[in-house]
């Protein structure tokens, strides 16, 4: 807390140390701070800060002229917490005075035309940039009249100061809508606009990306609900963003702007012109653009860049225009609206065919061949324009290669449906063979190429419907294959093999040949990943077609019988298209490496990346995960990560099969594994979609048994799935009559139930939530059962006021959890006896009902059963007791009764041979979760104990390994330090050791000569070692044992050393912590044949004692334990 009085005196307020002190605190402390306090004083006189002309309160007190001692300390931290705020907020003046001299002097280095450093001028540009991504910074240079500046560096035409003007400018803009509104009134529209058109591609880009960072602001703004005075003073951005779209549209047709700039501008529209989402109402600036705007699109779609004066474009701009007119398409809303795009597509297409002559054809009928790459139907009806299509065909047969180019791969296009396929099959086959075969121009010939593929492939799937002869299809697949691995071709050209191939594997035969043939396999995943993205669609067509990831729809068999009878076409399935053919052609692109080529096509930002084309992606990566042993491959190649953004994004079919996909993959795989970090929250929504009631019933199961496992993690996931609302379609289906989608439902509620909001939904009056749980516990089917049940056993374990309400929901409650109590399945035993042992605690007239005599026999007739088998061994602990018994290891609680079952259980495989406990077959035991531990093979353990936090071993060469804590020295490696390995105990190597032990916090080992060593904790004098805590109670202890001093003769003597003593303060003269492995001093004779621990004491067993040795009385009850630090001989009290 600041003190009173500082910001009085000019101190400016905050979070400071607080003046008191631990008084326990030494005097070295209160140096360091005086140290602390010269070191700052110091810090200010070297930065010339007036530190020693500071006024200070009257009341505070001055280091020097402290009084009161008990006050210095408070004095010192006051006067040292108002100067670390002075400093602060000086610090804080002094950086803003040196950001505004900072901004001046980058802006100085940069428009000075004399400066000649370029390293100086390229790390001003970049301080510049970084300092307008920041807010505070981006003020601060906008406040600075920066944007005048910024101005003036635009106009000096270098590029590098071009481009740091522009980027500075986008962080600027960067989410702040008035201050974008500012910066476009100076900087004025058409001045934005035309920097995009200018030859420097980067240039370009950096202007296109500052106009999609204004787009964003202004667009934010109209999203956003005003309410109230103060808000209500806004300026509205819409006429600013029409101004902007304006100048975009002006430009795609003006001579000047460079085929780059043409690109962006394309992009830049398809970003910002079509609405997000199909379910906001509002599509005015669609309808804007398509009236102001829809026939300068289209020309720069129907540009020939081969004609002469045709505008300047690069090989992606006629797709890039294409990608806009089919998202402005699928932005209208109704018939009147697309009956206005078909009539101005039509008018402008006639316009060029009627009245330019040879060129106006050839741009009509490259309009209707981008029309068809976007808008099919607006390019289907073009092409029903009198004249289209006989031009098409009599332009094929030009001698100008232009004219071929575009004449082929307009029939390319046209041959979608299958009347116009007929009609093209009947009269441009053999043209297209002749220019295949003639033409001298390789771009010419792949196009004639794939406009056979495409006639070809004319019957789809149908194996009946033959367009060419026997083994044609084959040999038209082998010529694609043949330029798809030519890599001295250009990927252009390159690429329509691959359209090719996407019509032709419609084949099975063609399939087959191409999944084995991995050079073209391989040349086709490089395409995809190269830069030219054009090939996306065809490079996924041609994956669906290979993995038969298409719809398909097994026909009705009455159906098919009509059809037969009525003597129509049925289709019919190519023999190698059957599963098995299906799931070997898939294995084969999955060792070639498709998943991550489709990861690198999903990671590609490329208008080329439409919604079909991400559809039909989803499509395979649903396909490769079909298998449950391919799906670890697929997520270790990226596939998982790249299913996330294809689920969100993309047609309504495409979110839904890479969600199907996803669910796979969490069914089966550790979900942890499989998305780790945060991506694991993005798979909840996708899969909640899946319950939807429009999805198949197979997307609603594998939906919820993904959010079965997604709910067992943890309580943020299940805090995820209730903020989806994922909780009340869960309940629907839990009242499905479909038994798959019942039991789903059921186990995923049974995770759901662990988080406190699902619990307070069973507690709701009026529900019959709980009444079907407990209905569903009685039911037949074993799975749901035992689904129901756990819900319940898990509910009235954590809400006792449920107990209640299961005795009211049916009277039926005591039938159904006798059946679960006397089922032969041990699981619902267990939830059975859970939800029983629930009841009876939290309320005593259940406990009375359960103990009736029906009740009663119910019981003891499971308990009678329930523990088959004997124990051989046990384990106890203070919370658990841990049983050998017959061929399994069992943990059972301590308190809990044996009607709970055991917490954890382990059946031992066969051949393995059972040991005394804690050793296991495959590790050893300990008595809290997990219970059991691996242990390494190579260790060979003899015998194994453990102590309260660390573990013994033996090996079978008589070597010690001990690990855990080591704080008392337990371990014997000579320090205090953990072992969290096991660890050799160097001090005893080389002496054969026979017999270990392990009390509390101390360790005991016996040679094979007989020899006793000690080491660990010696507190309470359990190492036989001086300990001053036994020798305060030696007197009285020696005086109770004093009739016993002579030894009595005997078989084996019983050595006990200490039992319960106090601790007491540590001293030179005895030992607390012995940290080596000390050799113990025994009577002569003595040898030691076996050791015991208990917490605070040791015993140990000779082979010989003394003779003449005589039994010693009992202890009487109630009195104290024997207290010595030397080792006593007792002998076992007479029968």
Not at 500 to 521: M, R
Not at 657 to 666: D, E, G, P, R, V
């Amino acid at each position: 807390m600041c003190e009173p009085g500082a910001q009085e005196q000019g101190f400016p307020g905050g979070i400071a140390r607080s003046g008191e002190q631990h008084a326990g605190e030494g005097k070295h402390q209160r140096s360091r701070s005086k140290a602390w306090a010269r070191a700052l004083e110091g810090q200010y006189s070297q930065r010339c800060w007036p530190l020693r002309g500071l006024v200070l309160p009257a009341s505070w007190p001055r280091p020097g002229r402290v009084t009161d001692p008990s006050a210095g300390r408070g004095s010192h931290c006051r006067v040292i917490e108002a100067v670390t705020n002075l400093f602060l907020h000086l610090s804080q003046m002094k950086l803003m005075s040196c950001t505004d001299s900072k901004v001046e002097q980058m802006f100085q280095i940069l428009l000075d035309p004399k400066e000649t450093d370029t390293d100086k001028k390229q790390k001003a540009a970049q301080n510049l940039i970084v300092l307008a991504r920041e807010e505070a910074g981006a003020e601060k240079i906008f406040q600075s009249d920066g944007v005048r500046l910024l101005l003036r560096m635009l106009d000096t035409g270098r590029e590098d100061a071009m481009l740091a003007a522009l980027r500075t400018l986008a962080g600027l803009c960067s989410g702040h809508r008035s201050r974008t509104m500012a910066i476009l009134a100076e900087l004025g529209a058409p001045r934005v606009s035309a920097m995009l058109g200018v030859e420097h591609e980067q240039v370009s880009l950096a202007a296109c990306n500052l106009l999609q960072v204004m787009f964003d602001a202004l667009k934010e703004g109209l999203q956003r609900d005003f309410r109230g005075k103060e808000e209500a003073l806004v300026l509205d951005p819409s006429k600013e963003l029409k101004l902007l779209i304006g100048h975009l549209l002006e430009m795609l047709n003006r001579e000047g702007t460079s085929a780059h700039g043409r690109d962006n501008i394309l992009n830049l529209l398809i970003k910002v012109v079509p609405r997000k989402s199909l379910r906001d109402p509002n599509n005015s600036l669609t309808l804007w653009v398509i009236d102001q705007g829809l026939k300068k699109i289209l020309e720069v779609g129907g540009t020939v860049c081969e004609a002469p004066g045709s505008l300047p474009a690069t090989e992606n701009s006629r797709m890039s225009a294409a990608v806009l007119l089919s998202k402005l398409y699928s932005d209208l809303k109704c018939d009147a609206e697309r009956e206005n795009f078909h009539r101005l597509c039509e008018d402008y297409v006639r316009s060029w065919f009627e009245g330019h002559g040879l060129a106006g054809k050839l741009r009509a009928i490259q309009t209707a061949s981008c029309l068809l790459q976007g808008p099919s139907e607006a390019g289907n009806q073009v092409l029903e324009l009198e004249g289209i299509m006989e031009s098409v065909l009599a332009l094929c047969a030009s001698v100008r290669e232009v004219d071929q180019l575009v004449a082929v791969e307009a029939l390319i296009h046209a041959a979608d449906k299958a009347k116009r396929a007929s009609f093209i099959t009947a009269n441009g086959v053999t043209l297209l063979k002749n220019i295949y075969k003639c033409s001298g121009r390789d771009s010419i010939r792949i196009r004639a190429l794939v406009g056979l593929c495409k006639l070809g492939s004319a019957g789809g799937i149908d194996f009946s419907m033959k367009q060419f002869a026997e083994g044609s299809t084959l040999k038209l697949a082998k010529q694609c294959r043949k330029w798809l691995c030519n890599e001295a071709i250009d990927a252009g050209t390159r690429r329509w093999a691959v359209e090719g191939l996407a019509y032709l594997t419609f084949d099975a035969d063609v399939k087959e040949e191409f999944v084995e043939d991995k050079a073209a396999v391989q040349a086709m995943f490089q395409l995809a990943k190269s830069e030219d993205k054009s090939v996306l669609f065809a490079v996924a067509s041609t994956l669906v077609n290979c993995t038969n990831s298409y719809d398909h729809e097994e026909p009705d068999p009455q159906m098919l019988e009509l059809a037969k009878y009525a003597k129509q076409h049925v289709p019919e399935q190519h023999p190698k298209d059957e599963p098995g053919c299906v799931r070997r052609r898939v294995r084969k692109l999955l060792a070639a490496g498709v998943v991550s080529a489709l990861t690198c096509m999903v990671k590609s930002e490329n208008p080329a990346l439409t919604n079909s084309c991400r559809e039909l992606i989803s499509r395979v990566f649903l396909a490769v995960v079909e298998e449950a042993a391919d799906r670890g491959s697929v997520v270790a190649q990226g596939g998982g990560k790249a299913l996330i953004p294809l689920s969100l994004e993309g047609t309504e079919v495409g979110q839904a099969k890479a969600a199907q996909a996803l669910a796979k993959i969490t069914i089966t795989s550790n979900p942890d594994m499989a998305f780790p970090g945060e991506r694991i929250y993005e798979v909840v929504r996708p899969l909640v979609r899946l319950l939807h009631l429009h999805r198949t019933g197979l997307e609603n199961f594998e939906g919820l048994m993904a959010l079965t496992n997604l709910a067992g993690i943890s309580e943020r996931l299940r805090q995820k799935i209730l903020k989806e609302k994922a909780v009340p379609m869960i309940e629907g289906y839990m009242f499905e009559e479909h038994e798959l989608l019942r039991l789903a439902a059921t186990e995923c509620m049974c995770n759901m139930a662990m988080s406190t909001e699902v619990q307070e939904l069973f507690l709701a009056e009026g529900s019959d939530r709980l009444k079907l749980l407990v209905l569903y516990s009685g039911e037949d089917d074993e799975k749901l059962r035992r689904a129901a049940s756990g819900t319940l056993a898990m509910l009235t374990s954590l809400l006792p006021q449920i107990c209640g309400k299961i005795t009211q929901v049916t009277a039926h409650w005591l039938e159904i959890l006798q059946a679960l109590l006397l089922s032969p399945n041990v699981e619902l035993q267990h939830r059975g006896a859970v939800i029983v042992l629930n009841m009876m605690v939290a309320d005593r007239e259940i406990a009375a009902k359960l103990m009736e005599r029906h009740g009663r026999l119910v019981l003891g007739g499971w308990l009678a059963g329930a523990l088959p088998g004997h124990c051989q061994d046990l384990l106890p602990s203070e919370s658990h007791v841990l049983l050998l018994r017959g061929t399994a290891l069992e943990a059972w609680a301590r308190g809990a009764g044996l009607c709970q079952g055991p917490s954890w259980q382990q059946q031992l495989h066969p051949g393995e041979a059972a040991r005394p406990l804690p050793l296991a077959p495959c590790g050893y035991m300990i008595p809290r979760p997990p219970f059991l531990c691996p242990l390494p093979p190579a260790l060979r353990a003899q015998k194994l104990v453990l102590g309260h936090e660390h573990v013994v071993l033996l090996g079978q060469d008589g070597t010690i390994y001990t690990w855990g804590c080591g704080r008392h020295g337990q371990l014997g490696h000579g320090g205090l330090e953990p072992a969290l390995e096991p660890r050799l105990v160097e001090a005893l190597h080389g002496v054969p050791m026979g017999d270990v032990a392990a009390g509390g916090w101390h360790s005991v080992s016996v040679s094979e000569g007989g020899d006793l060593y000690v080491w660990g904790w010696n507190e309470s004098g359990q190492l036989a070692l001086p300990s001053k805590a036994l020798a305060e109670k030696r007197a009285p202890a020696t005086a109770s044992v004093s009739q016993h001093e002579e030894p009595c003769p005997g078989e084996a003597e019983l050595k006990l050393v200490n039992h319960e003593a106090a601790l007491g303060a540590e001293a030179a003269d005895f030992i607390s912590i012995q940290a080596f492995p000390a050799l113990l001093d025994l009577p002569e004779g003595s040898e030691v044949s076996k050791v015991s621990c208990g917490s605070r004491h040791t015993a140990a067993v000779t082979l010989a004692a003394p003779q003449g040795s005589q039994s010693p009385p009992r202890y009487p009850e109630g009195d104290p334990a024997l207290c010595s630090d030397m080792p006593q001989t007792l002998q076992p009290a007479p029968r």
